[in-house]
Nanobody, 133 residues
């Protein structure tokens, strides 16, 4: 079974920073992690899951939602089978549960497929990020 394990969420004041991590779990997934395009989504209470950012399997290409562009950065370390989300200049509207997700099914990180949660078949358990004003 392919799984991701997330960490790094918490409570932060507006203007602060957090870094989320998402590590591949299991021997099989660690072997093939470098083939996966990885993305971050978030879901606030009462709202639909929202695309945040995506990174190609090699790490050379990224794409971001307009709402986080210039503030958030997605990166990955294939040797450590981990993907990261660095969040700076956080706002109260960034409060949500954040999920990492992966797929072998796309190569191009530009929309529409890369921003569609239905394309991704491996998901983390989610981690809560709360930004206070």
């Amino acid at each position: 079974q392919l799984r991701m394990v997330e960490s790094g969420g918490g409570l932060v004041q507006a203007g602060g920073s957090l870094r989320l991590s998402c590590e591949a779990s299991g021997r099989l997934f660690r072997r093939i992690f470098s083939r996966y395009t990885m993305a971050w989504f978030r879901q606030a209470p009462g709202k639909e899951r929202e695309f945040v950012g995506v990174i190609s399997s090699s790490g050379e290409s990224t794409y971001y939602a307009d709402s986080v562009k210039g503030r958030f950065t997605v990166s990955r370390d294939n040797a450590q089978t981990t993907v990261y989300l660095q969040m700076n200049s956080l706002k109260p509207e960034d409060t949500a549960v954040y999920y990492c997700a992966g797929t072998e099914g796309i190569v191009d990180v530009t929309p529409p497929r890369s921003t569609d949660p239905g394309v991704y078949d491996v998901w983390g358990q989610g981690t809560q990020v709360t930004v206070s004003s």
